[in-house]
């Protein structure tokens, strides 16, 4: 029955293996209105690291963070530091040319080695190692796209060979190989750095929303509880930019979800970190945490709120895990979400062209942790120096034809969605287990229903705060998620996920939880 247990993949603990195995320091909120060189919102690996090389710049910083520190995306990374974004660079030159194409080749790998110099010169322990990375491949109609990117990878200069012998538990035909790639424990890494933030005029304010930016000469960003940060530049690294300054940034970018197991296993895995360039991905690192070695299992994705069922995702992880390894437990479970570009690109730089005091980084297609920490490099040029050597590449302002047919194909998908939701009609009132979710009419309107283990009910209006589209239920994070734009709810209507910035109307009495009653009769609170 242990054995079991060990290997049922929803007895393991439900949160990333990163935000488990630290401790984070506790920082106050926003209480009053202050004046800084540079405001800064979100505190994951961009805007941490971009605060640091600010305040180590001599400017007077504020990092808000709507939560606490590394909550959002970088706590739930697999932590690869890499300039291999799957099969990218052979399609990065025949779209935006190789002069451009190296430009993020370079900005990736000084990346890397940024965090390798601040590792070492700050002695920090965040278990960085070097080694190679692989995007290998079992089927062999994959072989020679794999061929063209080592040979697009050496055209800009990086470390690639064609490889067929890799340390994996089960045989591919081929790979591209980077050498000089590497991996860590980010939180470790960037609670070291955010040490060094606060102090001579500098902060990090948690559990601080903020909710606009007033456009002026100087930015004001407004929080949701009343006071206000002015600055000479806001930088917008909250994943999905909470601000939009007509960027139109939610037609530009999706999201995707993606899920993780770590699990312990008889065997090592070998060194190296790899992903399969074929669907349904798979992802592999290991974590070697003092006492055993922990394998992390990725993939899975799909775009958010594109599936209700999602509990499926974390089985299949766990059947690949048990075909290929023997596995003696598993210790760890959890889902991220990643802002996608049409084009493969990150937008990183001027929010519009006509914002000169509004930067953003956004839109990181899965590889926050090398394209986070260029993007803070890049965000630091521009707003020290005005310019960075590697910015073109990565402008918000660009447009490129070869991308357009992504981009319309992405927003007929939004504008379906919103319309079915609309018009699709919701189940009959009917009781709910414990632990299930069902969309439900209520005289007419559309409510979502979730009863709790406890076995109360929330009903909540499922119409996106964002831009209106109707939620879907997930079964694996207990959320209601647009298939929009992205936003995802808790089950009591809290904001999980921008854009959105407001919570869900509750449908419920006032006693402040829904019950039977309340569906026959709902009532707004």
């Known amino acids: 029955m242990e054995k079991e247990e060990n290997l049922n993949v929803f007895a393991s603990k439900h949160e990333p293996y990163w935000l488990s195995s630290i401790k984070r320091e506790e920082h106050p909120g926003l209480s009053e209105d202050i004046d800084v060189d540079v405001a800064i919102v979100g505190g994951g690996i961009t805007g941490i690291t971009t605060g640091f090389l600010l305040k180590k710049a001599g400017l007077k910083v504020a990092v808000l963070e709507a939560n606490r520190l590394f909550s959002g995306t970088t706590g739930h990374t697999t932590a690869k530091l890499t300039s291999q974004h799957g099969l990218i660079y052979d399609r990065l030159i025949a779209t935006f040319g190789e002069e451009r194409a190296k430009q993020y080749a370079v900005a990736n790998e000084e990346a890397i080695g940024f965090v390798e110099a601040l590792v070492r010169e700050k002695n920090i322990d965040c278990n960085f190692e070097t080694l190679p990375a692989y995007i290998y491949t079992e089927d062999e109609r994959y072989i020679e796209r794999i061929k063209r990117e080592v040979a697009a990878a050496e055209t800009l200069g990086l470390s690639a060979s064609f490889a067929e012998d890799l340390p994996l538990p089960f045989t591919v035909r081929g790979a591209v190989k980077f050498e000089g790639q590497a991996q860590f424990h980010p939180l470790k890494y960037l609670s070291a750095l955010a040490r060094e933030i606060p102090g001579d005029g500098s902060f990090i304010f948690e559990n601080t929303l903020a909710v606009d930016v007033e456009d002026a000469k100087r930015p004001v960003v407004v929080t949701k509880d009343g006071p206000k940060v002015t600055a000479s530049f806001v930088v917008i690294a909250s994943h999905f930019p909470f601000y939009d300054g007509l960027g139109l940034y939610f037609t530009k970018i999706y999201t995707d979800r993606s899920y993780v197991i770590a699990i312990e296993a008889e065997e090592s895995l070998g ?30 994705n799909h775009k958010t709120g594109d599936q209700t069922g999602t509990n499926v995702h974390y089985r299949n992880l766990a059947d690949f895990a048990k075909i290929n390894f023997t596995v003696k437990k598993i210790h760890y479970r959890w889902s991220t979400q990643d802002c996608m570009t049409a084009d493969g690109v990150p937008y990183i730089g001027f929010l519009t062209a006509k914002t000169p005091t509004i930067l953003v980084a956004t839109g990181y297609n899965k590889w926050g942790m090398t394209s986070g920490t260029a993007a803070a490099r890049i965000l630091s040029d521009l707003i020290t120096k005005g310019e960075s050597p590697h910015a073109d590449v990565f402008s918000p302002q660009r447009l490129h034809l070869a991308a357009a047919p992504s981009l319309v194909v992405q927003n007929l998908d939004v504008a379906r969605k919103l319309i079915s939701g609309k018009l699709s009609g919701g189940a009959k009132e009917e009781d709910l287990k414990n632990g299930e979710a069902k969309v439900i ?39 209601w998620d647009c298939p929009c734009h992205g936003s995802r709810f808790s089950y009591t209507g809290d904001v999980v996920e921008c854009p959105a910035l407001r919570p869900l109307k509750r449908l419920e009495g006032d006693d402040g939880a829904s019950d039977e009653k309340n569906i026959i009769d709902p009532k707004l609170t």
């Open 271 to 300: 060194e190296g970190v790899f992903l399969s360039a074929e669907t349904p991905v798979r992802s592999l690192r290991n974590i070697k945490d003092g006492r055993s070695e922990l394998i992390i299992i990725g993939g899975e």
């Open 441 to 479: 009419t209520a005289y007419g309107q559309k409510a979502g229903a979730y009863r709790d283990h406890e076995g109360t009910l929330h009903v909540l209006d499922i119409t996106c705060t964002h831009l209106g589209c109707e939620l879907v239920w997930n079964d694996a994070e207990l959320t």
